[in-house]
Every structure is written in C-alpha cells, then in structure tokens.
C-alpha cells in the first residue's frame, strides 16, 4: 500500500491536423501553410477546460506553431501551464541526421524561451521517434541543456517504441555523463504484453471505462505517477477531411473525435493531474540507465 500522494502528468502536443505522421504521405510540409488552421481555437478550448477544473498542465509546443502563433504560446504561460519542447518541425527523428535535429531543436527551444521567458527543459519528439535507432537524439537534448524527455514508449508499434525499456521515470546518464530524466509513456501490463495506455488514438478507441481501467493498472492502483496526452485536433470533430489518405491512416485519425473532449473531462475527474514537472517530482527516481544499456548492447 503507497499512501503518498501522486500526482499524473497531462499533457497536450501542440500541432495542428495536417502535421501528424499519419498525413506525411498526402500533405508535404512545404503546404503545410496552404491548409486551414484549427490549432489556436482547439488550443483554446483545452485551456478553458483545464482552467475550469483548476489544474495546470504540460504543453509541448512545435516550433513552428509557436512561430505563427506566438500569442498562443504567450495565454498558455500567462495561465501558469508548464512549457516544454516538442522539436520544430515534426519531422521523424530516426529519419534526420544527428545535425539537422541538433540545430532544429535548438532553434524550436529558443523560440519558445523568448516567448515565454522561461528557460525550456522538457521535450517530446513527434510521434516518439526516440528509438533504437535514435538514441543518439538523448545526448543531443542533454547537450542543449533539457532536463527531462518524454519521447520513449516502452511497446511495440509499426512507427515508434523501444519494447522491454523501463515503463516508470528512470535517469538516462548521456554519453557524456549527463543525466537526462526520461517519463516514458503509460503502459498497463496484460497477459505479460505492454498495452499503450497513454491517451492519443487509443483513447479515442477504447470505451472510456477500458481506458480508466489501463491507466489505473499501469499507476498500480494509483501507486505510480502516469502520463496521459492528446492533441488539439483530437477534440476537433469539424476539422477538414484530408483527401487521398489511406484507409488505416483516416482509420487512426478521425476515430470518435466527437467523444474525445467528454472522455478528457471523465479522466479529469477521475484521476489526479499535473504538470510533468509535478509529476516527476511526486516520485522517486532510483533506477539508471546509460545509453549503451537502453540499446540493449
Ligand atoms: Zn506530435
């Protein structure tokens, strides 16, 4: 029995419809500005929700949203919600070179501290694309100073995950010997496989009493501090319907959007929410990794 207070991380990742990796095949980011934007007013009804319910939250905002819509960067610090980074330009990062991602997320951290005026130390990478492949990415954001990441899923998908990695906070020492603390992304444990629990399509696609009844497995009855997220087009049933799309990616995208913002006020209700930072800090920390070890070498 843990009687101390935990405290979840909610989190939103700042995009607008036509970033997502579902949509790369069909909507190239040079068009990118040529499609309607829905992120500022999805944003905003997010902002009302967790203002009324009187709780703070973590946003990761993309570079290049922050970039055209500073004023929205500007509300979310002004009502007191964590700002962390989620890279510039939601390109996969198993896909760029070490240097292109060193410079891009460089810019997007800048970008964010000079509109909310507060140094930048927390990121998530589009579409979690920290894997295998990629973990030289984890020594790039220790170098430009993050603290904290929250880009590893620990499970197996068609696009992302490191399977068999920690599934609570845990330090990762970088090749330099900087340490960087990673929250990777809810997992519930059954029948041994590690089933995403962490909000986003899967949320949109379980009944809500399956998604309460993960997210409380995976926090060991509310032993563990979990993270949920979701992203403003989610609550946005209204949003243009992008053309030539396969069938599997329109299958993940547009799934129960009309249920999404009810089922976030359910969670809201039910289990106790913060930002990462908050979150992070309502647990111990005791296990280490180096990145040798998180490859599995
Ligand atoms: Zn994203």
């Known amino acids: 029995m843990n009687n101390t207070a ?39 009804k ?18 290049w949203v922050a ?20 890279g510039y330009s939601h390109q996969l ?12 997320t460089a810019k997007s951290k ?17 579409s979690y694309s920290i894997t295998r492949k990629s973990l030289w990415a984890l020594d790039i954001l220790a170098e430009l100073g993050f603290t904290w990441d929250s880009s590893i899923f620990p499970t197996r998908h068609d696009n992302y995950g490191i399977p068999g990695s ?10 330099n010997g900087t340490p960087l603390l990673e929250f990777p992304l809810t997992t519930a444990k059954v029948l041994g496989q590690s089933v995403p629990a962490a909000g986003g399509g899967y ?23 979990q993270i949920f997220y979701l992203h403003p087009w989610e609550i946005d049933p209204d949003q243009p319907r992008v053309p030539n799309a396969s069938w599997f990616s329109n299958f993940r995208h547009y799934t129960n ?6 089922r976030l006020e359910n969670m809201i209700r039910d289990f106790p929410f913060g930002t990462m930072s908050q979150s992070l800090g309502s647990t111990q920390i005791t296990r280490e990794l180096n990145i040798r070890e998180l490859a599995g070498n």
């Open 6 to 44: 935990i405290t979840h991380a909610m989190t939103v990742d700042v995009e607008d419809y036509y970033h997502v990796a579902a949509f790369a095949q069909v909507i190239k980011p040079e068009d990118w500005p040529q499609w309607p934007s829905r992120v500022e007013a999805n944003t905003e």
């Open 46 to 63: 997010l902002l009302q929700l967790f203002d009324d319910r009187n709780i703070k939250i973590t946003f990761f905002i993309l570079g």
């Open 67 to 86: 970039e055209r819509y500073p004023e929205l960067v500007k509300k979310i610090r002004a009502q007191g919600h964590e700002i962390a980074s989620h």
């Open 93 to 104: 990062i198993y896909k760029q070179t070490p240097e292109v991602f060193r410079a891009e």
């Open 110 to 126: 800048q970008i964010l501290e000079d509109l909310a005026q507060t140094p930048i130390t927390g990121y998530r990478a589009a």
């Open 166 to 175: 920690p599934e609570e906070p845990y330090r990762i020492i970088t090749s």
């Open 203 to 225: 949320f949109r696609q379980y009944p809500y009493a399956l998604s309460r009844w993960l997210f409380n497995r995976a926090s060991h009855n509310q032993a563990k501090p």
């Open 257 to 262: 959007l009309k249920r999404c913002m009810p």
